[in-house]
C-alpha cells in the first residue's frame, strides 16, 4: 500500500470539491430545513472528513446547525424524519449518519457544551475540538456567518479535556471497529505531540506509519479496512493488535502529558 510522506492536513475543501453527492446532501439539507425552521435557521456548517482532500471514503457527514431559538416538537420532529429521507436518498454516503448537532446561539457562543436541541439528553463533549476546525477554517459555511464571528476560540486544557474524552470512547470501540480506533489513536497522539487537533484521520496515520515503525502493518491494515479495501488478514491483524496499540498509543500520550519527551516512539 503507498502511503505518501506528508505531516498534517492539506489546505481544506470548498464546496465545488466536494463529491457530487455530498453537494446533493447539503443542497438537500439546506432547502429543506429553510422551510423547517424558516427564520429559527441561524447557521449551517460543515466540517469534519468531507472537508479534508485526503480523505479516501466517506463515511458520514458532520455539520452544526445553529439556531436562534428553541426548536418546537414540530420542527424536531421535522427535522428527524428529514435525516432519515436523506439517509434513503444518498445512502453511499448517508448511510452511516448525518451527525448533525443542532444547537442554540447562545451555547454556540459559550465554551461549555451545547446541548442538542433534537436530542436534549446529548451534549456535544468534543465542542472544543469542534470548534478548533471550524476556526481553523476546516469547515465550509453552507448558511450563516463566518466560523470566527460566532465560536470562542478553544484554550489547550479545553482541547485536552476533549481530546480525553474521545479517548475513553476509543476504548469502549476496540472490539466492535478496531480500524476506527487504531485511526483516532494516531490523531490522538499526533494532537498530543504536535499541539495540533486539526487534521484528519488519514493524515495523522500517515505521520503515525513514518514515526512509528513497529506499528506500521497494523496503521496500513486500519487504512484499507476503514477505506473499504481490507482483506481477511487485515480484520485478524487489527483483531489481535489493537488493544497492544491501544495501550502503547496511551502510554505515550500519559508521557506527554507528564512532560517526559519520548524521543523515539517505536
Known amino acids: 500500500m503507498e502511503i505518501p510522506p506528508r505531516e498534517g492536513s492539506s489546505s481544506p475543501?470548498?464546496?465545488d470539491d466536494?463529491?457530487?453527492?455530498v453537494q446533493a446532501v447539503c443542497n438537500s439539507l439546506l432547502d429543506r430545513l429553510e422551510t423547517i425552521l424558516d427564520d429559527t435557521l441561524y447557521g449551517i456548517y460543515l466540517y469534519g472528513a468531507v472537508v479534508f482532500p485526503e480523505t479516501?471514503?466517506?463515511?458520514d457527514?458532520?455539520?452544526h446547525v445553529i439556531v436562534k431559538r428553541p426548536l418546537t416538537i414540530y420542527q424536531s420532529e421535522e427535522i428527524r424524519h428529514l435525516h432519515k429521507l436523506l439517509a434513503n436518498e444518498f445512502p453511499q454516503v448517508v448511510g452511516d449518519g448525518l451527525d448533525a448537532w443542532y444547537i442554540l446561539m447562545d451555547d454556540a457562543q459559550k465554551v461549555s457544551s451545547p446541548r442538542h436541541q433534537v436530542y436534549p439528553d446529548k451534549a456535544d463533549g468534543s465542542w472544543a475540538l469542534h470548534r478548533a476546525h471550524m476556526r481553523a477554517g476546516y469547515c465550509i459555511?453552507?448558511?450563516g456567518p463566518k466560523p470566527e464571528e460566532i465560536f470562542p476560540a478553544p484554550a489547550w486544557s479545553e482541547l485536552v479535556q476533549a481530546l480525553e474524552v474521545e479517548r475513553g470512547f476509543i476504548e469502549e470501540l476496540l472490539s466492535k471497529h478496531p480500524d476506527y480506533c487504531v485511526l483516532n489513536l494516531c490523531r490522538l497522539l499526533y494532537s498530543y505531540r504536535m499541539k495540533d487537533v486539526v487534521v484528519s484521520k488519514r493524515a495523522s496515520a500517515v505521520w503515525a506509519f513514518y514515526h512509528l515503525a513497529n506499528w506500521a502493518h497494523l496503521i496500513e491494515a486500519a487504512?484499507?479496512?476503514y477505506e473499504r479495501k481490507g482483506n481477511e488478514e487485515d480484520r485478524r491483524l487489527l483483531q489481535t493488535g489493537v488493544e497492544d496499540f491501544y495501550q502503547f498509543v496511551c502510554d505515550r500520550i500519559d508521557e506527554s502529558n507528564r512532560g517526559i519527551d519520548n524521543k523515539s516512539m517505536q
Do not use: K
Request: proline fraction near 5%; aromatic fraction near 16%; glycine fraction near 0%.
Open 61 to 63: 457527514i458532520d455539520l
Open 13 to 15: 475543501r470548498c464546496f
Open 18 to 21: 466536494l463529491p457530487a453527492e
Open 223 to 225: 487504512l484499507r479496512v
Open 141 to 143: 459555511v453552507l448558511y
Open 56 to 59: 479516501r471514503y466517506i463515511h
